[in-house]
């Protein structure tokens, strides 16, 4: 399974990035697809995730700013982050999961928020 995920960088406090991740290879029956992050002294906590039937879940410290999407034909999953703020700043982890619980990573992409 390869990932190609894309969108972190460097960004002010209030600004927006765009997250993308694609998924290629043999993969089946993908249940969920979604984002964790984990900054530097901090577990990797889940972002947001979005099932096949297309429920969505976000943490709570994002609710409101980040929007979850997803192209299926691609096997593509989006994350929009608007009003970003410092606390934002982390490794953002792709992760696409089958309906039999095995779960794929991506190897990552770095967000920094700062002025």
């Known amino acids: 399974v390869q990932f190609v995920e894309s969108g972190g960088g460097l960004v002010q406090p209030g600004g927006s990035l765009r997250l993308s991740c694609a998924v290629s290879g043999t993969i089946f029956n993908i249940n969920a697809m979604g984002w964790y992050r984990q900054a530097p002294g901090k577990q990797r906590e889940l972002v947001a995730g979005?099932?096949?039937?297309?429920?969505?879940n976000y943490a709570n410290s994002v609710k409101g700013r980040f929007t979850i999407s997803r192209a299926d034909a691609k096997n593509t999953v989006y994350l929009q982050m608007i009003s970003l703020k410092p606390e934002d700043t982390a490794v953002y982890y792709c992760?696409?999961?089958?309906?039999?619980?095995?779960?794929?990573w991506g190897r990552g992409t770095q967000v920094t928020v700062s002025s």
């Open positions: 992760f696409v999961e089958q309906t039999n619980r095995m779960t794929y």
């Open positions: 979005i099932t096949n039937g297309d429920s969505t």
